[in-house]
Structures are given as C-alpha cells and as structure tokens.
C-alpha cells in the first residue's frame, strides 16, 4: 500500500526542515549571490536556536505522521508501528 492517508503531506515537513537547516548553514556567510548582496542572514544565536528547535520538530513531526499514515494504511501492524516509532525518532539528531 505504501501510505498515502495524508496525501505524503508529511514529506512537505521534511523539506520545510531541510530549508531551515539550510538558513541555519549560510545565517553566517559572507558570501554574495549574483546581485552582489550577502546571502547570510547574520541572526543572533538566539534566533538560530529557535530555528534548530522548530528543525527538529518538523523532523519528529514528519516521523510520526509517517508511522501514523503506515499504520492507517495498512503498511504496519501495531507492533512494527511501535518499534519503527522509537526507531525512528531514535535516529533524528538533537540540537
């Protein structure tokens, strides 16, 4: 079956967080784009806290939407729905 209850909407929270720990890789870059400006944003640190923060809960959020769609879909049974659960968050890294 391979999911689908939420439409994979939940891959959409993975590429949110992709772009954020993008804006977290270049905040401090002097580099310039083809205007010339600089591509960094210069945010305080306690701004790009935030930013890791909200990264790694979309990161969870997407894992559990996942475990959820799979489950609802018929993909997983209630016990690989657990144990793919921890696995999972497991593996998403801390700030």
Partial sequence: ???GHFDYDQ???GQ?????ERLIEIND?????AYGDKIGYFFPHEIIKKFKE???TLRIAQVMA???DWLVSGDDSEESFLRRW???LS?????
């Fill in 1 to 3: 079956m391979s999911g």
């Fill in 11 to 13: 891959f959409s929270m």
């Fill in 16 to 20: 949110i967080a992709d772009e954020i």
């Fill in 29 to 33: 870059s002097e580099e310039t784009d």
């Fill in 54 to 56: 909200a990264m790694q």
């Fill in 66 to 68: 996942q475990r959820i």
């Fill in 86 to 88: 921890n696995d999972d």
């Fill in 91 to 95: 593996k998403i890294s801390r700030p």
